[in-house]
Structures are given as C-alpha cells and as structure tokens.
C-alpha cells in the first residue's frame, strides 16, 4: 500500500515542521474580468430595496423615529392574539398592532399603537391603558402583583402592617417588596403563576396579607417605550444628517489621504452597502430604530476599512509596477490582499454573528443590520470599489486621447510623486 | 535592544494593574468561581461600572420645559409696571397688548402713545425695566420687547429651575443614582432616568404636583447639621419647632430651627418680583392675596425683629428679618442677595411650582427582567464571539495566534478599566460596542500577521518580516481606525443614552486596540525572536 498523504495548499509545512492554516495561498482570480456579474448583483439587491422602500413608503422607521406606543407584554401561557384584539377593542383601542414576539413558547406579544393613537392626553398613560384593558380576570379593589411596581408593594404593605413592626416599618417593608419583586423579576421571569411562588421568599404572614390585597393576572409588561411626535421628527432629520455627514467625512479623510477619486469609490461603495442593508430592512420588514442607525454609521466606517486595505496595496503596487496597466495592477492588489480582506471581515463577522444568534431580542435589528452590512461591505470593496478607479481612468483616457483605451501605462493619479509625475509629462 | 524590551515589559505591566484596578478596584480575594458567576449576572461590574438603565431596568422620562410661560410670566409683569408707571406719569395711551403670547411672549405693544409722552416711556423702561429694548412706529405704536440675551438668560433659567426642583421631588422616592438633566442641544428639554422605578405615573404625578410654599417663622440656625441644631437646644427642640433643611444648592450642609405653623402658604401669594432697595441692592417685591395679608399682619406686627424663612417642598430657601408689618405687599431684602438670588426667589415664590409647563415627549419603562435578561444575552453573545476569534487566531496562527489572543486579552482589560475610570455607563449597545472591538481589534493583528507572512514568503529573515510587517501594516491600521472612530464621533454627537454608550466603548476600543495590537503584540514578538537561534523560523 503506497498510499500518500499530500497537503492541498490549504496546509503550509513550515521548516520547523509547524503546520500552519492558511486559506487563498497566492489566489489569482480576474475580479475585474466578472465586474457584470458584480454589477448586476448589486443592481438586482439595490433595486429590490429601493423598489421595497417605494412600496412601503420609505423605511419602516422604529418607534423612536415615528412615535407611538410600544408595549412588551409576557403571558404565563400562549395567548390569543384575537382574544387580544377584541379586549382591546372592547375598551376603545381599535387601531394597535399585536404581534408575537422571541421564540415560540416564549409566550411573548407586543402592542403597537400607532402614532395617531398617542395623543397627548393619551401619553399621560396608555400603559396603564392598555394594562386594564387586558386584564380579564380584575378582582375589584385588588391590585395585580405581576404588574404592581415595588412602590405599590411597598406602599400596601406599610399601609397594612402584617409583621407589626414597631421600628423602621418603612424600610424593612421596602426591602421585602424589593425582595418580591425582585425575585417575580429576576428569578420568575417577571411572573408569577400562583401564590404559592412566594413560599420561602416572603413571611408566610406577607403572602397571606399580599392575598388580600392583590391578584395574579396572566400577563407581565416588561418594557413600554412611549414617544411622542415631536422627538420623532427631530430624530429622524438627526438620523439623516448624521448618516450624510459620516459619509462627508469619509469621503474627506480619503481625499487628503490618497486622491479624491479614491474618496469618491469609497463613498460610492459604502453608500451602495448602507443602501442595501436599508433595503435588507425594508424587504424583511424590520423596523430601523435608533440602534439600527448606530450599526449603520459604525458600518459606514467599518466597511471603508476592506477598502482602505486594497487602496493601500494599490497604491504601493503603483509605485512598484510602473508599466503594468492599471487594470492588471488593482486585480493583482485585489488577489495579494483577498486573505486578510475575507479574514479580517471573517473574524468581525464572527463575532457579529455571535450578537446576532446570542445577543437577545433588543440588539435584534442592530446585530441584523451588522451581520448584512459586514456581508455586503466585504464584497462591495473587491466588487465595486477598486473596479470604480479602473473604471474612472478608462473614462478619463477615453476622453482625452480616443482610440487609445487599453493601452498600457495608464495612470492613476497617485498621492505625491504620481502627481508630479503627471505634471512632467504633461510638460 | 534587551534593555529596551525590558522597559517596554515593564510599561506594559504598568498598563494591565492600571486598568485592572479600574475593573475590579483594590483585589479582595476573588475566587475564579465568584468571578465567572459576577461575569453572568453583571456584578462585576457593580464597583467602577455602572450599568446603564436598559440593563438594570427603570423608567426613563424625556420632558419639554414650556420655556415660553417664564417669559410671559416676566413680560407679564413688566406689563404692569409699564401701565403703573404711565399711569404715575401721567401718559394716555390707547391699548397695551401681548400680540403673540404663544410666538413671541417678550413682545408687548403699545398703541396711540402721545408724542410727549414718549420720553417719560423711555425713562420708564431705562429705569424699571433694563432688561427690555423699546422701539416707536407709526401711528404713535411702540414696540417693547425682552432683550434676546435676557429671553434666553430667563429660559435657561426656566430649565435650570425646572431640574432642581424636580430633583427636590424625585429625592422624595428615594432613587439610587437618578439622573436629570439638560437633554439635546439647547431645546428645552429635561431627560430624567431613574434606575430601578417601573412605575411612571407615579414619577409624573410627583413632577406635575405644584411644590408646597410655605412661609414660617425662623427661630434659629443655619447649624452645621441635626446634631449640632440639638446640642444649641440642650438636647430638646422646642414644641412648636422642627428642623428642616436648607436648599439642596448650598454648598455645605444647613439646618434650620423653624415653626411648625406657617404664616402664609403659597395659595396665599398673589404675585412677586425683583427690584432695587433704597441702597440699590436687589430685593424681592410680593403681594399677598387680601385674607392672607390680613394674617400676615397680624403674625409681623406680633414679631417685628424676628426672622422668616421661605420654605420650598420642605427645605428652607431663604431667611430674612421682619423689619415692619406687613399686610399685602411686603418685600425681602438683605444685604446677602445677589441679583440672580432675588430673581431666584422671587421665580420661587411666584410659580410655588416649576417655573414653567412640562410635557412629555417620551417616556420608556425598562422591566428589570428585560435588563435581567439582556444582561445575561449580551454576555453571553460577547463570551462566545470572543473564545471563536480567540479559538480561530490559534488555529490559523499558531504561536502568533498565542500573541494576537494576549493583545486581545489586553485590549479588553484597558477598555472595561477605562470604563470602570471614567464611572462610564455600560448599556446594551455598550455590551455591543466591547464585542465589536473584539472583531475589529483583532483586524489588527490579522493585517500585521499576513503582512509578515508575505514578507516570510518573500525570502526574509524573521526578523526582518517582523519589522517590515509592522511597518507597512501600520499605515494601514491608522487609516482604518481613523473612519471607524470618525463615524463613530458622528454617533457620539447625534446619539442619545444607549447609542452614545456604544460610541464611546468602540471608540475607545479602537484606540486601546492600536497600543495593544500594535505595540504589545510588537513587544511579544521581539521577545520571541529574542529567544531563537538566528535562522530559526518563526511559527506564524
């Protein structure tokens, strides 16, 4: 038996005798020779978000942004969302959106009253609002301990003493309500399903006192966030600006940094990402929220940085490589940086993906928008970028001598020395 | 280059227990068990960081100051005094008016003022009324308006006022570490955070309720403190007497000795204002309603040389003497009352609530078990994210991954001990913020290592692809740290609480990231390449 073991390239002996991982050893690929293929990808992605964004109206700006009512709500059991819908109608709220929230089981829903619905009146307490009318089994002149705050515990059971203390009523009794709300909260999950969950928390005298005066409803809120019109509108134009001015900045660091063309294919392409990840929102139906703004404009800067690592390579290789054309230079740079581009996006891909599967419901849509946007921004800046300076100096050769696109020696204007080099030839 | 390493170790040492002790301050015999369980539940963090109010849970209010009620309340006034004062003068006119109380409240409009009567109008507003610019139209018109620095003096005012006194309520609920203040960028507007209350109707209802005025008779203080109050008494406080502390303002500490009666509470006020006293120094002018000054006089006349105190929500603001009786109109002055002072108090005594309406433009309620929760996800999320870039460094590099994975390691101790320092707020997106650092700090590493391993492949020696490979990598890594951090400046601006928390925690990461990725990771290195025999490789 002769049989061999081979490496395939993917594993590097090293003279020690080290094996080291290593993914694309000295890839050649013609990335500028597929740039259709890559133009019409991103056209097809683009376009399906802004034809998405055109049906919906624009985004589908999150609470924050479009004001309303939010109400996060947690049942001991599967609830009914018609069940739901006609409690709330039943008490005037006609227009709420309801929807289930986490994984199934989790028992979760979320009313959604619109803007319209929050009036100023109604900012005064639609929680409360929304609390009454779904609690189905009120047991009159009871409060509801799954929704009673630590004050409301601590208050009833000052007012009602059932230990008899003599001394510091006031702060034992705020401890033990923190200690039982506490534990609802912490331990229970916000809820408790009986009385009998107080068992070994509380003083049995406790319990016996908080059943006289409370009640278990079948449902907790855990989270209201209520925003009124005002905000919104200012948070919205705050959004936008920002959005404009990152991508300013970008566009300015660049320039100084290398040329101004090079600035110009950044923002190109981190406008192309930020475009399609705010499609990837609208397609799916996701609400873009204050976060969701935050992952864009860190995408905006991250995603520069493939960029910038290509750039830099073809900068150097410029000065490397004067007769080569430019075409052959940026493909090469493109193949010489292709593992540190698709490692360096891997590693932060990893871990956004980590937030994303583990990161719990509130992170949601920002882990949503980095997990797309890392995606899009590593391929934008070998797909579209390098190529947009490729494509800028053919316009630019086709314009001024005709007939002698192609050539070699082209040049791309280059910090420095290029530039005066430029100048000498022209000279 | 021994002796250099051995400088640079040292610093490095000097980095890790800085910010370690920023972390976990003084070590108090931590156990890896009560550390991993401190991790999960975010009690780690309990000393230097706090945890911001989407991970502990609590109620988080946003209010809009009505800011234009203090200026209709000042030109209100100044109404007054300029109908009074022509009136004195003697000058007819035909109509005083606010056209725009609800646009332009610092307007008032004075129509068909006789040509001879203009000059006493301009002395008028000269001497009574400095804040204020008069201008003279057609048709005998004149135009008063507020002075635009007096306008925003006064709405600031507003909202400084609004704050303290909200303060002064929300002390009443007995909140850890509240948080109100000014919010956005000169709109108004109060942003109140309080930790662990998930019961907003309550905090409003306390906001909204108008503060309780109150003027009693001062019978001794201020005293450094209850003790001291008691000890000046031999130990036992007069019947009719109970102590009460001063305003939350003061620098010090104050207690005062005061009646438990009032003399005149704020239903009884009428209105109040700001003047000058015979000797030019500011005093406060206020008029009492006629029942209120009938008692008035009849507790001064009783105890002429006595002291009054003006008591706010249960705490002392002032205190001057009973020079005469007064009935309805009275006025405090003393020589201690600086101008801001008097208008302070006079503000006080004529709203007896906020110095302007309050409205809600948001309002969020974090349950602590959404925090709970929450916590424990993001924890979660950044322990996984970081043992898969920490495991993947290893793997793909081998010995150099060991060195990418101790400046990872660093990185993250600088930015919790820089949180932990700074008393930052770590939010959700901050948990995020740390994540991300993890997988653009370790970018770092990746673009030197390939860098390296180029220059390996080229033909060099390991020194010198280690020297050339931090060389040409640097560049590079400036650049990409330098548009992350600018976007995430832009962030820090427009961001709000949360969002802001994750501005400053990648931000940071970022710039920690560049000492360590490139520094430490450079020191590593050279002390590896120390240790081998020249022409051995380097395990990359």
């Given at each position: 038996m002769n049989k061999e073991w081979r490496t395939t390239g993917d594993v590097r002996r090293t003279t020690k005798g080290f094996c080291s991982v290593e993914f694309f050893k000295n890839p050649n690929i013609d990335f500028l020779g597929k740039k259709w293929y890559f133009i019409a990808f991103s056209l097809i992605f683009s376009v399906a978000g802004v034809i998405s964004l055109i049906v919906h109206r624009g985004p589908n700006w999150g609470i924050e942004f479009r004001g309303g009512t939010l109400v996060y709500v947690k049942y001991t059991h599967t609830p009914s969302l018609d069940a739901l819908r006609s409690e709330l109608d039943r008490v005037g709220i006609h227009n709420a959106r309801l929807q289930t929230l986490g994984?199934?089981?989790?028992?979760q829903v979320l009313v959604d009253l619109p803007q319209e619905t929050t009036t100023e009146a109604a900012l005064e307490n639609p929680r409360d609002q929304i609390v009454a009318a779904l609690t189905t089994n009120k047991v009159p002149n009871k409060q509801d301990l799954n929704n009673a705050s630590v004050l409301a515990v601590s208050k009833y059971l000052l007012d009602n003493d059932p230990l008899h203390l003599a001394t510091d009523a006031q702060k034992r009794y705020s401890d033990i309500a923190q200690s039982i709300t506490d534990f609802r909260d912490k331990s229970r999950g916000g809820l408790?399903?009986?009385?009998?969950?107080l068992n070994g928390v509380a003083d049995p005298a406790v319990v016996a006192s908080l059943q006289n005066g409370f009640f278990l409803s079948d449902f907790g809120v855990y989270n209201t966030v209520i925003v009124g019109p005002q905000v919104g509108a200012q948070l919205r134009g705050q959004a936008l600006r920002a959005t404009l001015y990152s991508l300013l900045g970008m566009l300015i660091y660049l320039a100084v940094r290398f040329e101004w063309i090079y600035g110009v294919a950044a923002v190109i392409t981190v406008f192309h990402d930020t475009l399609i990840t705010v499609g990837a929102f609208s397609l799916t139906d996701k609400p873009i929220s204050l976060t969701v703004i935050a992952a864009i404009l860190t995408l905006i800067g991250y995603s520069n940085n493939d960029t910038i690592v290509v750039f830099d390579r073809i900068r150097e290789n410029l000065k490397l490589m004067r007769r080569e054309k430019l075409s052959d230079i940026v493909n090469r740079s493109i193949n010489q940086t292709l593992s540190r581009t698709i490692l360096t996006a891997g590693l932060t891909f990893l871990t956004v993906l980590a937030l994303y599967l583990f990161?719990?419901?509130?992170?949601h849509g920002f882990s949503f928008a980095l997990v797309i946007g890392i995606l899009i921004g590593t391929y934008s800046s070998i797909a579209i970028a390098a190529p947009i300076l490729v494509a800028y100096q053919d316009w630019r050769s086709n314009r001024s001598t005709?007939?002698?696109?192609?050539?070699?020696?082209t040049k791309v204007p280059q910090s420095g020395s290029g530039r005066r080099e430029k100048a000498k030839a022209r000279a | 280059m021994n002796k250099d390493l051995g400088w640079k170790v040292i610093l490095i040492v000097a980095v890790i227990l800085l910010f370690a002790y920023g972390i976990f301050?003084?070590?108090?015999?931590?156990?890896g068990g009560a550390l991993a369980d401190g991790l999960l539940s975010g009690g780690?963090?309990?000393?230097g960081i706090h945890l911001g109010l989407d991970l502990k849970g609590g109620t988080n209010l946003i209010l809009q100051v009505q800011v234009n009620d203090a200026i209709n309340v000042d030109s209100d006034n100044a109404v007054e005094i300029l109908k009074d004062g022509l009136r004195k003068a003697k000058v007819n006119y035909a109509e005083i008016t606010k056209?725009?109380?609800?646009?332009?409240?610092e307007q008032i409009v004075l129509k068909g003022v006789p040509p001879d009567g203009s000059s006493a109008l301009r002395d008028l507003i000269q001497n009574k009324l400095p804040e204020y610019d008069s201008a003279s139209g057609a048709n005998d018109t004149w135009t008063v308006t507020m002075k635009p620095t007096a306008v925003s003096d006064t709405k600031n005012q507003a909202v400084t006022q609004a704050i303290e006194t909200i303060r002064n309520r929300i002390d009443q609920l007995g909140v850890t570490e509240p948080v109100i203040e000014e919010h956005g960028?000169?709109?108004?507007q109060i942003l109140v955070q309080l930790p662990g209350v998930d019961d907003p109707a309550r905090v409003k209802e306390l906001i909204q309720s108008t503060a309780m005025l109150e003027i009693k008779q001062s019978l001794g203080g201020p005293y450094s403190s209850q003790d001291a109050a008691l000890q000046e008494h031999n130990g036992v406080l007069p019947n009719d007497a109970m102590l009460m502390q001063g305003?939350?303002?003061?620098?010090n500490d104050e207690w005062y000795l005061v009646s438990r009666?009032?003399?005149?509470?704020?239903?009884?006020?009428r209105d109040a204002s700001t003047g000058t006293d015979e000797n030019g120094q500011p005093e406060v002018n206020f008029v009492l309603t006629n029942e209120g000054g009938q008692r008035f006089y009849n507790f001064t006349s009783q105890h002429i040389g006595d002291s009054l105190a003006v008591v706010l929500d249960n705490k002392v603001q002032e205190v001057a003497n009973i020079k005469e009786p007064i009935r309805d109109q009275g006025r405090i002055s003393g020589g201690r009352m600086t101008q801001q002072q008097a208008k302070d108090l006079a503000m006080i005594l004529r709203?007896?609530?906020?110095?302007a309406g309050i409205k809600y433009l948001d309002e969020e309620v974090v349950g602590p078990s959404l925090g709970a929760d929450s916590i424990r996800a993001g924890v979660r999320a950044a322990v996984y994210g970081m043992v898969a870039v920490l495991i993947f460094m290893l793997i793909y590099y081998r010995a150099a991954g060991v060195n990418a994975d101790l400046a990872l390691i660093l990185n993250l101790v600088i930015l919790l001990g820089f949180l932990g320092f700074t008393g930052a707020t770590l939010t959700l997106p901050g948990i995020a913020g740390v994540i991300l650092t993890v997988g653009m700090g370790v970018d770092s590493n990746v673009l030197i290592f390939e860098r390296i391993r180029e220059e390996l492949r080229n033909g060099k020696t390991p020194p010198s692809a280690v020297e050339q490979g931090f060389g040409h990598a640097w560049v590079t890594i400036v650049d990409t740290h330098v548009t992350t951090i600018v976007s995430a400046a832009i962030l820090f601006l427009f961001g709000t609480g949360p969002v802001k928390g994750f501005a400053v925690t990648l931000t940071f990461g970022l710039l920690a990231n560049l000492f360590t990725a490139v520094f430490v990771s450079r020191v590593i290195f050279d002390w590896v390449l120390s240790r081998k025999r020249i022409g051995e490789a380097l395990s990359i």
């Open positions: 994984r199934a089981g989790s028992n408790f399903s009986s009385f009998n969950d990161g719990g419901e509130v992170l005709p007939g002698f696109a192609g050539q070699g020696g | 301050g003084i070590p108090s015999g931590v156990s780690m963090f309990r000393n056209p725009d109380p609800a646009n332009h409240p960028l000169g709109q108004y305003h939350t303002g003061s620098a009666v009032s003399a005149v509470r704020g239903k009884d006020l709203s007896g609530a906020l110095p």
